[in-house]
């Protein structure tokens, strides 16, 4: 689907449907104007966010169909809900067969936005909207609805452009997501970081050889069981200013092991590489938008599986800064490959901040559910955890920050190593004592660590998101670079 900008006329702009979206009529007095009233009934009709009427336009305006859209009660309008209403209104679109649309949402008027931040949010839902991974699809592809060409009516050209990569690049970040496991295996993965080279970006791969080189002995341990090799990668762009590293879980497929996951949470664990996925995107997005930052992403993939050399219960593990690492579950393995990506990242890479992601914990999904990720750190301003959260706030992916007191730091020490790979007391804080063994990896630079095991995967399709893979993240990071300070 092509989306463009168009400065024309609502009832100018040649599209099988206009769409049009307000809190009442007032919002939509021109457009009424020319439909005698047609949009005073719905609204006085259809009270209800996303209730919809499909209203043929007959020859009044250049498109063949009105869709009005109830955008619901103004005080609880947010750049978020237009995002979401612009997501709703694709898939409507769509799924009633037309092949183009032009959209008006740009105009509804939400205190305290400017119609710059309207239309990228616009742009960014209609993108994420139309999002599907289709690829295996074979028998209806053909008969399946398909839009050519959306327009969004706004002079905001710039702005609509700005949301088109953003959300281009978090459906990257949805394809990696939802990529079969056997197809994005390390090697894979590491090449689909190579091709960002086309934008600048430098990127380094270490196969297993250079990892056993450069003593990554915690990602090895956790590869041992895969006849997968591992791979560790760097991407670099240097836009400039402060120097920012951001580390990603690459674990693309986490069968946990010996300690093996039941049948049932295995489901969708070919999406346990989704912070790699997220820092491979953020870094194409910065690259695109030609961001004023100097960033650094680092990811480790590898599998978690259980062949027979797989490392086991009681084994310990020298990670790259020498620390050491009792394993007593294996599929604590997040945390064990990032203890390596972390603690290579801050010695040899020298950032200003590090920010890692990752599908660290299912005690974070029990915690906060799937609506927003865990956020944690050494962080001793708060300056890097408060520019984390406002971005979050600001673009609708949202985080929320959990405690990290010395407590917490007391339930990782081990018995036998310095640290263990699972917390002392079965059951308690779990989001947070991952955090906590983290913090073991990096000395002294300011960092936050983000657990994004809920908000990662949608269980359904709604709005502008599609079952699978959401890519959130991308859109938090990139205007957290772009603010950076
Ligand atoms: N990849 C999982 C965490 C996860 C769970 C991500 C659900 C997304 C959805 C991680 O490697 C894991 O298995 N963690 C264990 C840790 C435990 C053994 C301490 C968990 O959360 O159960
Ligand atoms: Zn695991
Ligand atoms: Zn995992």
Not at 395 to 404: A, I, S, Y
Not at 461 to 468: L, N, P, T, V
Request: charge should be negative; proline fraction near 3%.
């Amino acid at each position: 689907m092509k989306l463009s900008s168009s400065s024309k006329k609502f009832d100018e702009v040649d599209a099988d449907v206009l769409v049009v979206a307000g809190f009442d009529s007032n919002d939509l007095e021109p457009v009424d104007g020319k439909f005698e009233g047609v949009l005073k009934d719905f609204f006085a009709t259809c009270t209800g966010l996303k209730q919809w009427r499909l209203v043929p336009a007959g020859g009044k305006i250049k498109a063949k169909y009105v869709l009005i859209i109830n955008a619901g009660k103004k005080e609880k309008a947010s750049l978020e809900s237009l995002r979401k209403l612009a997501g709703f209104t694709v898939r409507k679109v769509r799924d009633q067969g037309f092949k183009s649309f032009a959209t008006l949402l740009t105009e509804i008027d939400i205190p305290g936005t400017s119609p710059a931040e309207r239309a990228q949010a616009v742009a960014e839902g209609v993108i994420l909207g139309n999002y599907r991974f289709d690829k295996y699809k074979t028998l209806d592809k053909e008969k399946r609805n398909a839009l050519d060409h959306a327009f969004i009516i706004s002079n905001e050209k710039d702005a609509v452009e700005k949301g088109k990569i953003l959300a281009e690049c978090a459906c990257l970040c949805r394809d990696l997501q939802n990529e079969c496991p056997s197809v994005l295996t390390p090697e894979s993965f590491a090449e689909e970081a190579k091709k960002l080279e086309e934008f600048g970006v430098k990127v380094t791969v270490f196969d297993k050889k250079k990892c056993e080189e450069e003593g990554l002995r915690a990602l090895l341990a956790v590869n041992r069981g895969s006849v997968n090799e591992p791979r560790f990668v760097i991407m670099e762009y240097n836009g400039g200013g402060k120097k920012v590293a951001l580390v990603g879980k690459g674990i693309t497929f986490d069968s946990g092991g010996l300690d093996i996951k039941p049948a049932e949470a295995m489901l969708d664990m070919k999406m346990d590489m989704s912070g790699a996925g997220v820092v491979l995107s953020t870094m194409k997005a910065a690259a695109l938008l030609e961001l004023p930052v100097n960033l650094i992403g680092v990811f480790a993939a590898t599998e978690n599986m259980l062949g027979e050399n797989a490392y086991k219960q009681g084994d310990v593990v020298k990670a790259y800064n020498g620390k050491t690492i009792e394993i007593l579950h294996t599929d604590a393995e997040g945390r064990v490959v990032l203890a390596d990506a972390l603690s290579y990242t801050e010695k040899n890479l020298k950032p200003d901040v590090v920010v890692d992601l990752a599908t660290l914990t299912g005690a974070c999904v029990v915690a906060l559910g799937s609506f927003c990720a865990g956020v944690m750190g050494r962080d001793d301003s708060q300056s890097l955890i408060s520019q984390l959260l406002s971005s979050g706030a600001y673009t609708g992916e949202r985080l929320w920050q959990l405690p990290f007191w010395q407590d917490y730091h007391e339930l990782v020490k081990a018995d036998h190593a310095d640290v263990q790979n699972i917390g002392k007391v079965k059951k308690q804080a779990g989001a947070i004592t991952a955090g906590t063994f983290l913090s073991a990896f990096v000395e002294k630079t300011p960092w936050a660590h983000i657990d994004i095991a809920g908000p990662a995967w949608s269980e359904k399709s709604e709005d502008y998101f599609e079952k699978g893979g959401t890519g959130f993240g991308v859109r938090m990071l990139t205007d957290f670079l772009e603010k950076f300070k």
